[in-house]
C-alpha cells in the first residue's frame, strides 16, 4: 500500500524511532544502517509535516503528535504479526515462536518453574521470555508482550483470565527471637522494624492496605520494588515482611525462615490474571500458551 511516497514498510522503523528515540538505536533494532535509519526519518517528517523527535534536555523527546502516534503505530504492527501467525498456525512441537510474558518478579517466580516442566521436551524449538512489567501498567504493555500477569485492579482495557490467587503471611528469619512464639499478635508485630514493597508511583500495594486495615503500626524500615525480594532483606535481621503465601513457603523451604500467620487477617485472597490486547483473540499459539499456562498452575 502507497500512502503518498511512504508505504507500510515504514511502519517497523516509524516504530523504532518513536519508542527507542534515537536514530542510530532505532537502526540496530531493525538491522539497518544509521543512514538509512536516518532517511526513513527525513521520509517521515516530511510526511507527518511534524519532527516527531526534537532534542531535549535528556536526549531526544517526542512531539505530541510522535506520543500519538506511538500507540497506535504498535497496535497496527501487533495486529500484522497476529494475521501472519494466524495464517501460518501454531505447532508447539515445531513452532521457534519466542513468547514475551511481562509480569512482576513474583509472578515469574509462581509460573516460570511449573511452566517449563510442563513444557519440557514437548516443545524443543520455542521459547518464554519473562520481562518486568512496568510501574504504571498501561495499554502499551499489551501491545508491547503476548501476555501480562497482573492484577485485575489495573485500569486497562484488555482481555483476561484468572490465573491462580494468593494470600498474605508473615515471614521472620529464624534466629529472630519473635519466631520462637507460637503466633503473632498485632501488638507484637506493632513493634517490630518490617520490610515492605513500595511502587514507584506511590499507589498503595494489597500489603499496606492489609496493615492500615488491621491497625498494624509497624515501622517500614526497608522497602523493594519487588516481593520476590523481601526473602532476601529478612534473611539474619530482626525484620518482619508481610508478603505473599507462595513466596514465603518458597523461602521457608529453603531453610531458615519462620512463616506466622498475620494476626487479624481474615485469609483474604488477590488473584493475579492473565490479560491480553483484545487484536490477539485470533493467535493459535496465544491460545496454545494460555492453555499451557492454566494447565501448569492447576486453574480451571
Given at each position: 500500500?502507497?500512502?503518498?511516497?511512504?508505504?507500510?514498510?515504514?511502519?517497523?522503523?516509524?516504530?523504532?524511532?518513536?519508542?527507542?528515540?534515537?536514530?542510530?538505536?532505532?537502526?540496530?533494532?531493525?538491522?539497518?544502517?544509521?543512514?538509512?535509519?536516518?532517511?526513513?526519518?527525513?521520509?517521515?517528517?516530511?510526511?507527518?509535516?511534524?519532527?516527531?523527535?526534537?532534542?531535549?534536555?535528556?536526549?531526544?523527546?517526542?512531539?505530541?503528535?510522535?506520543?500519538?502516534?506511538?500507540?497506535?503505530?504498535?497496535?497496527?504492527?501487533?495486529?500484522?504479526?497476529?494475521?501472519?501467525?494466524?495464517?501460518?498456525?501454531?505447532?508447539?512441537?515445531?513452532?521457534?515462536?519466542?513468547?514475551?510474558i511481562s509480569c512482576s518478579?513474583?509472578?515469574?517466580?509462581?509460573?516460570?518453574?511449573?511452566?517449563?516442566?510442563?513444557?519440557?521436551?514437548?516443545?524443543?524449538?520455542?521459547?518464554?521470555?519473562?520481562?518486568?512489567?512496568?510501574?504504571?501498567?498501561a495499554e502499551r504493555d499489551l501491545l508491547e508482550a503476548d501476555l501480562v500477569i497482573a492484577p485485575l485492579s489495573f485500569s486497562v482495557p484488555a482481555e483476561s483470565e484468572k490465573l491462580f490467587s494468593d494470600d498474605f503471611v508473615c515471614l521472620l528469619d529464624s534466629g529472630n527471637p519473635v519466631a520462637a512464639e507460637a503466633e503473632l499478635t498485632a501488638e507484637v508485630l506493632s513493634g517490630l522494624r518490617h520490610a515492605g514493597v513500595s511502587r514507584r508511583s506511590g499507589t498503595p500495594t494489597v500489603a499496606h492496605r492489609l496493615i492500615d486495615g488491621l491497625g498494624v503500626q509497624g515501622r517500614l524500615a526497608v522497602l523493594t520494588d519487588e516481593w520476590a525480594n523481601l526473602p532476601w532483606l529478612v534473611q539474619d535481621t530482626d525484620l518482619v515482611a508481610l508478603l505473599p503465601r507462595r513466596v514465603a513457603e518458597r523461602a521457608s523451604r529453603a531453610g531458615g525462615f519462620t512463616i506466622r500467620e498475620v494476626p487479624g487477617y481474615d485469609g483474604a485472597r488477590f488473584t493475579e490474571s492473565m490479560?491480553?490486547?483484545?487484536?490477539?483473540?485470533?493467535?493459535p499459539g496465544l491460545r496454545w500458551l494460555r492453555g499451557e499456562l492454566r494447565a501448569a498452575l492447576g486453574a480451571p
Open positions: 500500500m502507497d500512502l503518498g511516497g511512504l508505504d507500510m514498510n515504514a511502519l517497523t522503523p516509524l516504530h523504532a524511532l518513536l519508542e527507542v528515540r534515537h536514530v542510530t538505536r532505532a537502526a540496530e533494532r531493525c538491522h539497518m544502517s544509521q543512514p538509512t535509519m536516518s532517511a526513513y526519518l527525513a521520509r517521515l517528517r516530511r510526511y507527518f509535516d511534524d519532527e516527531l523527535l526534537v532534542r531535549g534536555a535528556a536526549g531526544y523527546e517526542l512531539t505530541p503528535l510522535g506520543h500519538r502516534l506511538l500507540p497506535l503505530v504498535a497496535e497496527v504492527l501487533t495486529a500484522a504479526e497476529s494475521v501472519f501467525r494466524t495464517r501460518a498456525g501454531f505447532d508447539p512441537l515445531t513452532s521457534e515462536r519466542r513468547f514475551v518478579g513474583y509472578a515469574t517466580g509462581v509460573i516460570g518453574r511449573p511452566l517449563n516442566a510442563r513444557l519440557g521436551s514437548g516443545s524443543p524449538a520455542l521459547s518464554i521470555q519473562f520481562c518486568a512489567l512496568k510501574d504504571g501498567f490479560l491480553w490486547h483484545s487484536s490477539r483473540n485470533a493467535d
